[in-house]
């Protein structure tokens, strides 16, 4: 009789151990999946930060003091000080939507391009 009660207990014993681990992995899991999301917001916060910030000093310079400036600048990785894992591109596209207008571009890079950040304003004279 001993022995059909430990049977019993064993195959009751293995699937509630089988339903624990199922229940601490996949609260691994979700530990996991809610890192890499704040990760990647704090990502998306910063590259819209370091566009939003290079169009407003832009266009306190205003549109006249634009024109003497390259079309494209490009700052790469490893290039601005305190987010060396950004690179940001800003275009100046003249005469755009319309004559006497220029178009700001700026498109902030990360994680070796795989993630965009991209911002316009347009500027009249």
């Known amino acids: 009789m001993g022995k059909n009660a430990s049977s019993c207990i064993h195959p009751k014993l293995v699937s509630a151990l089988a339903v624990f681990l199922v229940a601490v992995m996949g609260g691994t899991a979700t530990t996991v999946a809610v890192r890499d999301t704040e990760v990647f917001n ?7 930060t370091l566009a939003t910030e290079k169009l407003e000093s832009l266009k306190a310079l205003g549109s006249q003091r634009l024109s ?8 790469g990785y490893n290039t601005m000080t305190d987010f060396p894992t950004f690179r940001r591109q800003t ?3 003249k005469d755009t939507p319309d004559i006497g207008m220029k178009k700001v571009t700026v498109t902030v890079w990360w994680d070796g391009n795989a993630n965009v950040v991209r911002m316009s304003l347009i500027l009249a004279e």
């Open 42 to 48: 704090q990502h998306v916060i910063t590259a819209t």
């Open 68 to 75: 003497s400036m390259p079309l494209t600048v490009n700052e």
């Open 91 to 93: 275009t100046i596209v």
